[in-house]
């Protein structure tokens, strides 16, 4: 199973949005809406942030949204801030009990 | 509160065996699926495997590079799961985190990882 498409790094200054893609295939982000992102600080454990494609947790600002469409998710950071500044990564269940991770993408809030 | 805790990381020969521990805390564990995740240092998030819950007949599924050398098993009576890591290669090495896995099919809660390196 390949891993998901992720841009490695993505930018925006304070208070602005900015867009994170995860690209799959019809066998995993296509298929099933099962896609999920996590925040991660350095040194830190993930953080689920985005489950269902679209759904927030208790707790996760609603700045904090995602998307699909045919086999990209996106995950959009609105009214940045610098506590926002982390690695996230997108996952997608891939049919046959398999799960599969996008490589990252690291953020910057310039 | 949910609580994950890992434990058993360290240095091993490659081809050696490790077992790694997860006790858990603040929820039912006997029905929950729990999964294991690594991070190989300065890289991304991969998957190992999972354990279904009792009701969901508590079997388990592996990612390709560790099915047949991982096995995941777990403690009722302890609240724990565990990894039983065989026949080690370098490339295993990385910071392995326990996590809990929702019935919407995301790692709903992690531990904070232990550190696994194989290395001569």
């Known amino acids: 199973q390949s891993a998901l498409t992720q841009p490695p790094s993505a930018s925006g200054s304070p208070g602005q949005s900015v867009t994170i893609s995860c690209t799959g295939t019809s066998s995993d982000v296509g298929g099933y809406n099962y896609v999920s992102w996590y925040q991660q600080h350095p040194d830190k454990a993930p953080k689920l942030m985005i489950y269902?494609?679209?759904k927030r947790p208790s707790g996760v600002p609603d700045r904090f949204s995602g998307s699909k469409s045919g086999n990209t998710a996106s995950l959009t950071v609105s009214g940045l801030q610098a506590e926002d500044e982390a690695d996230y990564y997108c996952t997608s269940y891939a049919g046959s009990n398999n799960e599969v991770f996008g490589g990252g993408t690291k953020l910057t809030v310039l | 509160e949910v609580q994950l805790v890992e434990s058993g990381g360290g240095l091993v020969e490659p081809g050696g065996s490790l077992r790694l521990s997860c006790a858990a805390s603040?929820?039912?564990?006997?029905?929950?699926?729990m999964s294991w995740v690594r991070q190989a240092p300065g890289k991304g998030l991969e998957w190992v495997g999972r354990l279904k819950g009792k009701t969901d007949g508590g079997t388990t599924d592996y990612a390709a590079p560790v099915k047949g050398r991982f096995t995941i098993s777990s403690d009722d009576s302890k609240n724990t799961v565990y990894l039983q890591m065989n026949s080690l290669k370098t490339e295993d090495t990385a910071v392995y985190y326990c996590?809990?896995?929702?019935?919407?099919?995301?790692?709903?809660?992690w531990g904070q990882g232990t550190l696994v390196t194989v290395s001569s």
């Open positions: 603040g929820f039912t564990f006997s029905n929950v699926w």
């Open positions: 269902e494609v679209s």
């Open positions: 996590t809990k896995y929702s019935t919407t099919w995301s790692f709903d809660y």
